[in-house]
C-alpha cells in the first residue's frame, strides 16, 4: 500500500519539488476542486463527516475502514483527502494526517479569511488576480453561476456584495457568530450561507474567475419554504425584499432594534393618507361625508428599506415608421412622487385613498424600485419606459421636510449598482452593471459573463432596481463593522 501510495505522490509531486518537500497535489489536480456545492457525500448524501478527494474532486463521508472515502482510495488509488469541516488533510488508507503548508491554497478557497486591514483596502485599489485556470479577475466583480433560471436572484446578491458596509461586515464572521437564535430556527443558515458568498466573491486567491451560488439558493429555498427557486424565474424586487428583512431578521434585528441591514439602507418618511367617497355616491353625500372626521387627512411616520419609483403609462402610438415608440421620462420626473404634493390614488377591495409621502430622513445607501410590471387576474405587463438620470449628484434634498432639511448634512447621492430586465415579464433575463470602488471603473455581469461599460450605456437600459450611495466617505455605517 505504502508503495502504490509513493506512486501516486511521485505521480502528482510538481517537477521543481523532490518527493521529501514537493506538494501532495498537482496544480492540474486543483482545477477539479470545486467547494461551491453543498457538502455532502456523493453516495450516502450525507453531510456528516464529509471529506473532499483531492485528485478529482469527489465528496465521501467518513475516513475509517469501510467507509466511502475508504473505499473510494482502495478502489481508484486517489490517497488525499481534505475534511470540509476541520480543514485537516489525511492520507487513505492508510489513515494518517498530512501536514504540508503547499496545501494552504486549498483551504484557503474552501475557507477564506479576511483581515481588518486587507478589508479597509478592498475599495482602494483594482488590482487583477489570475485564477489556477489563467483568467484574470477584480475581487468582487465576478460571475455567478445560473444554475438553471436563477439569475433573479443573482443580480440581487451581486449588487450587495458591492455595498461596502454590507459586505465588510460579511467578510468577517466574527461580527455574526455569536448572534443568538431559537432552537431549531433555519434562517441563520442564511446569514451564514450570505458570509460564505460574500468571501468566495472577493477572495483574491480563487481557482476560477467565477463563483457559484448553489449554497446561498439552497439557503434562499429551504428559508424562503420554497418561495424563490432555482428552477423557476422569479421577480428581482420580490426576492430583494424578502432577503432584506429575512437577513435583518435572522441578524436579530427588530421594528425597534437595528441591524447592518437597516443601518446601510433604512430611512424614513411621511405618509398623508385621506379616505375617498365611494365614487357611486350622490355629490351632496360625497360633501357631507368629507366634512367627517372619518374623511379628514392622517399623517403617519413610516420607515423604508426602498423607494418605489412609479412609471407613467406607456402609450401606445407608433410613430411614422409603426415602429413603437419607446417613451422616456427624467428621474426626477418620478421622484416627484416624494415632494410632499403630489397626490395619487390608491384602491383597495372596498375603500380607495389619496396618499402622499415626504421622505424625513434618508439612508447611507438608497435603494430604488421602478416599478415595470403590472400585474391582474390574466397576465402581467411590462412598461419599457426608459428612465433617464445622472449617474452622479442626484440631490434629492427638495424631497425632505423642512425639519429634515436642517438636519441632513448630504443629500446628494451617486449610483453604485444598476439592476436591468431585458425581454417579456415571464421570459425575460436580468443583468447588473456595479461600480468597482477601487478602479472607479463600470462593469456589466450577466451570469458567468463579465465585461466593462461606459457609463453613460447605463442610461439606455430598462433600469429595475438601483443602488445609489451618499456621497460621504467617512460614512459611519461604511466603517461599520458590528451590528
Given at each position: 500500500?505504502?508503495?502504490?501510495?509513493?506512486?501516486e505522490r511521485?505521480?502528482?509531486?510538481d517537477?521543481?519539488?523532490?518527493?521529501?518537500?514537493g506538494?501532495?497535489?498537482?496544480s492540474?489536480?486543483?482545477?477539479?476542486?470545486?467547494f461551491?456545492?453543498?457538502?455532502?457525500?456523493?453516495?450516502?448524501?450525507?453531510?456528516i463527516n464529509?471529506?473532499a478527494?483531492?485528485?478529482c474532486?469527489?465528496y465521501?463521508q467518513g475516513?475509517?475502514?469501510k467507509?466511502?472515502?475508504?473505499t473510494h482510495s482502495?478502489?481508484?488509488?486517489?490517497?488525499?483527502f481534505?475534511?470540509?469541516?476541520?480543514?485537516?488533510?489525511?492520507?487513505?488508507?492508510?489513515?494518517y494526517?498530512i501536514?504540508?503548508?503547499s496545501?494552504?491554497?486549498i483551504?484557503y478557497?474552501l475557507?477564506?479569511?479576511?483581515?481588518k486591514?486587507h478589508?479597509?483596502g478592498l475599495?482602494?485599489?483594482?488590482k487583477?488576480?489570475?485564477a489556477?485556470?489563467?483568467?484574470?479577475y477584480?475581487?468582487?466583480?465576478?460571475?455567478?453561476n445560473?444554475i438553471k433560471?436563477?439569475?433573479?436572484?443573482?443580480?440581487?446578491?451581486?449588487?450587495?456584495?458591492?455595498?461596502?458596509p454590507?459586505?465588510?461586515?460579511f467578510?468577517e464572521?466574527?461580527?455574526?457568530?455569536?448572534?443568538?437564535?431559537?432552537?431549531?430556527?433555519?434562517?441563520?443558515?442564511?446569514?451564514?450561507?450570505f458570509g460564505?458568498?460574500m468571501?468566495?466573491?472577493w477572495?483574491p486567491r480563487?481557482?476560477?474567475?467565477?463563483?457559484?451560488?448553489h449554497?446561498?439558493?439552497?439557503?434562499?429555498?429551504?428559508c424562503?419554504?420554497?418561495n424563490?427557486?432555482i428552477?423557476k424565474?422569479?421577480?428581482?424586487?420580490d426576492?430583494?425584499?424578502?432577503?432584506?428583512?429575512?437577513?435583518h431578521?435572522?441578524l436579530?434585528?427588530?421594528?425597534?432594534?437595528?441591524?447592518?441591514?437597516?443601518?446601510a439602507f433604512?430611512?424614513?418618511?411621511?405618509i398623508?393618507s385621506?379616505?375617498?367617497p365611494h365614487?357611486?355616491?350622490?355629490?351632496?353625500e360625497?360633501e357631507?361625508?368629507?366634512?367627517?372626521?372619518e374623511?379628514?387627512?392622517?399623517?403617519s411616520e413610516s420607515?423604508?428599506l426602498?423607494?418605489t419609483?412609479d412609471?407613467?403609462t406607456?402609450?401606445?402610438y407608433?410613430?411614422?415608421?409603426?415602429?413603437?415608440i419607446?417613451p422616456?421620462?427624467p428621474l426626477f420626473n418620478?421622484l416627484?412622487?416624494f415632494?410632499?404634493?403630489?397626490e395619487k390614488?390608491?384602491?383597495?377591495?372596498k375603500?380607495n385613498f389619496?396618499?402622499?409621502?415626504?421622505l424625513?430622513?434618508?439612508?447611507p445607501y438608497?435603494?430604488?424600485c421602478?416599478?415595470?410590471?403590472?400585474?391582474?387576474?390574466f397576465?402581467v405587463?411590462?412598461?419599457?419606459?426608459?428612465v433617464?438620470?445622472?449617474?452622479?449628484?442626484?440631490?434629492?434634498?427638495?424631497?425632505?421636510?423642512?425639519e429634515?432639511q436642517?438636519t441632513?448634512?448630504n443629500?446628494?447621492y451617486d449610483l453604485?449598482?444598476n439592476?436591468?430586465?431585458?425581454?417579456?415579464?415571464?421570459?425575460?433575463?436580468?443583468?447588473?452593471?456595479v461600480?468597482?470602488?477601487g478602479?472607479?471603473?463600470?462593469?456589466?455581469?450577466q451570469?458567468?459573463?463579465?465585461?466593462?461599460?461606459?457609463p453613460?450605456?447605463i442610461?439606455l437600459?430598462?433600469?429595475?432596481?438601483?443602488?445609489?450611495?451618499?456621497?460621504?466617505?467617512?460614512?459611519?455605517?461604511?466603517?461599520?463593522t458590528?451590528?
Open positions: 500500500m505504502m508503495a502504490s501510495l509513493k506512486r511521485e505521480a502528482v509531486v517537477d521543481d519539488d523532490n518527493e521529501d518537500g506538494n501532495f497535489v498537482c492540474s489536480c486543483r482545477s477539479v476542486l470545486d461551491d456545492f453543498e457538502k455532502l457525500c456523493s453516495i450516502s448524501l450525507s453531510h464529509v471529506y478527494c483531492l485528485i474532486g469527489k465521501f475516513r475509517g475502514l467507509s466511502h472515502a475508504y482502495v478502489q481508484f488509488t486517489h490517497h488525499v481534505l475534511n470540509l469541516h476541520t480543514l485537516k488533510f489525511y492520507c487513505l488508507p492508510d489513515n494526517e501536514i504540508d503548508s496545501l494552504e491554497d483551504t478557497v475557507k477564506p479569511t479576511f483581515t486591514q478589508i479597509a475599495d482602494k485599489q483594482g487583477l488576480y489570475r489556477y485556470d489563467g483568467t484574470t477584480l475581487p468582487g466583480i465576478v460571475g455567478l445560473n433560471a436563477n439569475d433573479y436572484a443573482n443580480v440581487v446578491l451581486q449588487a450587495f456584495s458591492n455595498v461596502p454590507l459586505r465588510n461586515y467578510l464572521e466574527e461580527n455574526y457568530r455569536g448572534i443568538r437564535r431559537p432552537p431549531g430556527d433555519i434562517m441563520f443558515l442564511l446569514v451564514q450561507r460564505e458568498l468571501r468566495k466573491l477572495n480563487n481557482f476560477k474567475a467565477h463563483v457559484s451560488p449554497e446561498m439558493l439552497q439557503a434562499v429555498v429551504l424562503s419554504k420554497k424563490f427557486q428552477t424565474q422569479g421577480d428581482a424586487v426576492f430583494m425584499t424578502w432577503f432584506l428583512n429575512a437577513l431578521g435572522a436579530g434585528g427588530t421594528k425597534k432594534k437595528t441591524s447592518i441591514v437597516t443601518k433604512q430611512g424614513s418618511m411621511r398623508f385621506k379616505k375617498l365614487p357611486d355616491l350622490l355629490p351632496e360625497k357631507a361625508l368629507l366634512l367627517t372626521e374623511y379628514q387627512e392622517q399623517m420607515t423604508f426602498f423607494l419609483l412609471l407613467p406607456a402609450p401606445l407608433k410613430d411614422e415608421k409603426e415602429q413603437l419607446i422616456q421620462v418620478i416627484g412622487k415632494n410632499g404634493n403630489t390614488e390608491y384602491k383597495t377591495y375603500e389619496l396618499k402622499r409621502f415626504q424625513t430622513k434618508l439612508p438608497l435603494i430604488f421602478i416599478k415595470r410590471f403590472t400585474k391582474n387576474n397576465f405587463e411590462k412598461n419599457p419606459t426608459i433617464n438620470f445622472p449617474i452622479t449628484n442626484v440631490d434629492l434634498r427638495e424631497y425632505l421636510t423642512e429634515a436642517a441632513e448634512k443629500t446628494t453604485v449598482a439592476i436591468v430586465h431585458d425581454g417579456k415579464p415571464s421570459e425575460g433575463a436580468y443583468r447588473i452593471h461600480l468597482h470602488h478602479t472607479g471603473k463600470w462593469y456589466e455581469m451570469d458567468l459573463q463579465v465585461t466593462d461599460i461606459l453613460q450605456m442610461t437600459s430598462e433600469a429595475y432596481i438601483q443602488i445609489w450611495k451618499r456621497q460621504e466617505s467617512d460614512d459611519d455605517t461604511n466603517n461599520h458590528g451590528a
